[in-house]
């Protein structure tokens, strides 16, 4: 699983066979944190 916050990492973990799995608003205050996963077999 990966947490990120940068709006930029999002489109970029998606490109690359990551799924998103929750996204917490306003967390920092006035951003959002992203979280992703990837099965890795």
Do not use: C, D
Request: overall charge positive; aromatic content about 12%.
């Amino acid at each position: 699983m990966v947490e990120t916050t940068s709006w930029q990492a999002k489109p970029f973990y998606e490109k690359n066979g990551y799924r998103l799995i929750a996204t917490l608003n306003n967390r920092p205050k006035g951003h959002s944190s992203h979280y992703l996963t990837k099965l890795l077999i």
